[in-house]
């Protein structure tokens, strides 16, 4: 049987103690749940936590249908993100880059979510290393954040010229973004992965969720750290 930490609506077993674990309520994934599941999870989080509440990869029409029901949240198309309560800036900054302009939904989604948590953002487009200029142009204002969120797909090479650049973690974000030879994404997770750039961090392919999960978490253990 679920414990006092876990609310069983039948369909989905809901963490509501995630928040006190790992200071964000559990995020909700959209896509293959109806309207009326995400409505009832929704509502759950709202009512057991204090905290923003996310769903991700949701389309326009099942945001609508869920906007109808629990009023007061927030829907950006291009993130494909609804979220309630979001986090007012906390100090750290974080940079999105994405390589092309292909690559900015994924971007998006990255941003979205780390501004709804609480992190600062700037975005950074189009610096791809097919234009080197575009990239060293960029160099002050990636030097200045405390966490790059590098977005690439093709080669996957800018994560590494960034990682080569800056001092700050470096959070790289295949994509899927590229020809044959690109494998929807594999080339791009295997090159960040094979990275020279010492250090840096890769995720899903496609996952801006996950690489702004990760700039969270590096944001709460400096929070940690400095208090």
Not at 84 to 97: E, I, M, Q
Not at 174 to 201: D, K
Not at 206 to 214: P, T, Y
Request: proline residues 5%; charged residues 20%.
């Amino acid at each position: 049987m679920p414990g006092p930490d876990v609310v069983d609506l039948g369909f989905a077993k809901v963490d509501v103690d995630r928040e006190a674990r790992q200071g964000l309520p559990e995020v909700v994934y959209g896509s293959g749940k109806t309207p009326a599941q995400v409505v009832a999870i929704v509502r759950t989080l709202l009512r057991h936590n204090d905290g923003p509440v996310l769903v991700t990869r949701v389309d326009g029409e099942a945001a609508a249908s869920v906007l109808e029901s629990v009023p007061d949240g927030s829907y950006d198309s291009e993130a494909r993100l609804l979220v309630w309560r979001p986090a007012a800036p906390a100090g750290f900054g974080v940079v999105v880059a994405a390589a092309g302009t292909a690559d900015l939904p994924v971007a998006r989604e990255a941003a979205a979510v780390a501004t709804a948590v609480g992190l600062g953002v700037t975005t950074v487009t189009d610096i791809g290393v097919a234009g080197l200029h575009r990239l060293l142009a960029e160099r002050d204002r990636l030097r200045a954040a405390d966490t790059v969120i590098v977005v690439a797909g093709m080669e996957g090479a800018l994560a590494s010229a960034i990682g080569g650049l800056v001092a700050c973690p470096v959070v790289a974000v295949p994509t899927s973004t590229g020809y044959g030879a690109g494998l929807e994404g594999i080339t791009a997770l295997l090159a960040m992965h094979a990275s020279c750039a010492a250090g840096i961090t890769v995720v899903n392919i496609d996952s801006g969720f996950g690489a702004a999960m990760a700039a969270f978490r590096l944001a709460r253990v400096v929070g940690r750290r400095t208090t």
